[in-house]
């Protein structure tokens, strides 16, 4: 099934502006349950030097150069994105490039720490990205992935499955949902594909859940995915008759309930060789290894005749 999440045409149409990304954070900065920030925790799940060389793929207007700054002042921040619009309002373009994930600009070896952060899932061909950020990863550094899990915010996918359901010619099976486990990198499939190229993955869940008091941010997160959702709707349902058949849904569910809950599951996958959480065990393996290596048996001499 083709994938409109990394289709380079819907996704450019999404980021021309970081106003759909925008949408997005603020709806989980103002409607999470519990309130965390998410950057401040994906960042405090991996260990910090704090004079590391960084580069940030697909860095968008550079939510994670700010939290770093505030914590690491001497870190050398690199970042890059496929979008310029994406990055017309980042606050450090001194060492901000274009540039594609899948071709990176960097000699190898050059970063202690790589981040793609909720990214990857846009990348055509994600083996291809992921062999760049091998690349152009120090032996002892890291890479760090953000993404969604494939089961996060089932209330919206059952939303617009009976809205579908409705909009579709009676009889229809196999009734498919936007988005519904076709994004190429999530915390699952993130952690299989990781492992094609790191001796060691680590993944960090961080379960939350958007509770909306009424419908209208609910229908404005959706509706900042449309250009690269849309096109996969069955053939002779439009989004705005299966929206405003969500709109009807979410508004029942408010009346009754007071507030719409949708739960959300997104995280942190951690790649490495030799660094970060898998240091302490290599060193013991080490140990463990000379401790248990057989002794070279010592030839006797022989005697004179």
Sequence with gaps: MFNFANDPQAVGRMYLTDESLRIRQETHELYSEPKVDFTDWA???????????????GSGPGRYYSALMSRFPDIKYYACDLYPGMVQNHPYKKSLSLADAQRLPYPDASFDVVMANHMLFHVPDVERALRELRRVVKPGGFVMATTNSIHTMPEFQALMRRAITLLSPPGTANVSVPGQHTDPFTLESGTRLLCHHFFAVV??????????????PALAYLNSTRSVREAELPQGVSWDEMMMIVREQMGRLIDHFGELTVNTLS???????????IDEYIDKLANIKEQTKPMTPQRKPRRGR
């Design 267 to 277: 995280g942190l996958l951690v790649a490495t060789d030799r660094g970060d959480f």
């Design 43 to 57: 960042l405090d799940s991996v260990s910090w030097r704090g004079d590391e060389f960084v580069l940030d793929v």
């Design 203 to 216: 993944r960090y869940d961080l379960p939350r859940a958007l509770v909306f008091p009424s419908a209208e």
